[in-house]
């Protein structure tokens, strides 16, 4: 497996990392079993990122991957975030970066994954009224206990970006990116590239939609993320599916599968960007990976924007609700 820099201090990584918030089924039901063998898979393949979250399934997602390490050997890298809570009378969905309660998370994170240091710990969204540069001393402050290896920020702004970085570096962005999610191009993708920071890809695949087979709304279950999401709902659906059918066909005719298209189109866009498809599935997971090894030429590139040009796609990328604490820059 190819390997990338997770920021200019590194370490490298896996070109391509494992996204586990599906380990707690906002695409569709799985479980424990089904989690160990694509995690077993990713290690097989030579992948070293694992990416996952305090509230993907409230713990879930970091306690399957915690009971697979103690099973098994694995060189993973892992990267957990905090800093999203939930009023517990109202559900509403709120942001907190102060130093108790990241703290507080990171303690419940090392615990659930059952290690006593996070490679790379992002804040998942900022608290908009907290200096960056108050965070930034709070992380440091866990950098220096030796709890966690880099800083990480997840869809914040190029300019907030800089001010954190003012203050230490900080090791990767991670912000939605792919053919149809393509905002970091108005600055993200080149800030990162500039200061030496990762670029790492979250739904990378569209949510399913790069897959072989459209996913099917009908099938969403309550808790699946896509039921609320403007794209994935009438008649954007059926828009998006029909723009994305040339697209598979131009897969086909390069005897690859458009999921591996998707990743090497990611793949190409810097030598800082590392998508982190998130799958339950072991051969799902091979079909990601095979995207490694695909080489872009000039001209599939210019084929693919004629195909899918940056804007295509129809309804915003996330609900006003799914929205909340995403810094806008454009
Ligand atoms: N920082 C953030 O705010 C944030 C937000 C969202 C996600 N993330 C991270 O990014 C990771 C990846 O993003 P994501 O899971 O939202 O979206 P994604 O990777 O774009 O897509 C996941 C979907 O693609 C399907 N899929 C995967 N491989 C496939 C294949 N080879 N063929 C057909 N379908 C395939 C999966 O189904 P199967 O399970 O059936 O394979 C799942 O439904 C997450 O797991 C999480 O770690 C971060």
Redesign the pocket.
Known sequence: MKQRPLGSSGPDVSALG?????FAG???P?SETESHETLAAAKDLGITLI???NV?GMGV?EKVIGSYLRKHKAEFRIAT?AGIRRDPSTGVRYFDNSPEHLRGELENSLRNLGIDHIDLF?I??READRPIEEVMDTLQRFKQEGKIGGIGF??ISPASLRLAHAVSPVSAV???Y?LWSRQPDLGMVQACQHLGVAFVA???????V????A?DPASFGEGD?RKANPRFVDPNFSRNMAAIEPFKAYARSLET?P?ALAIAWLLSRGPHVI???????A??????ADGVSLQLTPSHLAEIEKILPAGFAHGDRYSADQAMGVEGYC
């Open positions: 494992l996204g586990c918030w599906n906002p695409y569709g799985t990416d996952t979250a993907y997602s975030k992002y998942h969204r997840s869809e991670q912000s939605e792919s979250f739904s990378p695949l569209g949510r399913g790069f897959g072989a087979q996913p993320f599968t999921i998508p982190i498809p998130g799958t339950r599935s051969f799902h997971l091979q079909d990601c």
